[in-house]
């Protein structure tokens, strides 16, 4: 049994939990997952991402987060999701703190972050946690919001 409702570093043993999850989560948010195409990374998530964390209720992923290198002063937030039936708990917030004091402790000057408009809640957590909006910094076809935290 896994902690419960506390990140913690993702193993390729929660490769099977995580897909599961993403496949609930992500049409949520009006997304589909493509686990075999432009979600492929999800499947090699040790050389996808620097860290990356998943957290559980029991056994069951209820929410994740990632950090991605960017070069050696910045990084980027990814793939931070949570179940929207726990939503409003401060996992999102929980989830989020624990990849800026990785890249804090990391060293990295600035954390980056793309999202779609249409994540409202995604994107009042990221501006009450000192993210503020910038300039498109990436080729992302499908995002419209990019934010950057100072650490």
């Known amino acids: 049994m896994k902690p419960q409702f506390i ?29 075999n195409g432009r979600h492929r990374f999800y499947k090699d998530i040790d050389n996808s991402f620097i860290a990356f964390w998943c957290m559980f209720d029991g056994d069951k992923v209820i929410g994740a987060v990632g950090v991605k290198d ?40 600035k954390m980056y972050l793309d999202s779609l408009s249409t994540s409202v809640k995604a994107i009042e957590l990221y501006r009450k946690n000192g993210f503020v909006d910038v300039e498109k910094y990436n080729q992302s076809e499908r995002s419209d919001v990019f934010m950057v935290l100072v650490l």
């Open 70 to 109: 960017l070069d050696n002063n910045f990084c980027e937030l990814k793939s931070l999701y949570v179940l929207e039936r726990y939503h409003r708990n401060g996992y999102g917030r929980a989830l989020l703190n624990e990849a800026i004091k990785f890249a804090r402790d990391a060293g990295y000057n």
């Open 7 to 35: 990140p913690v570093i993702y193993k390729s043993e929660y490769e099977p939990q995580l897909i599961e999850f993403l496949d609930e989560c992500l049409p949520e948010s009006g997304r589909a997952l493509d686990i």
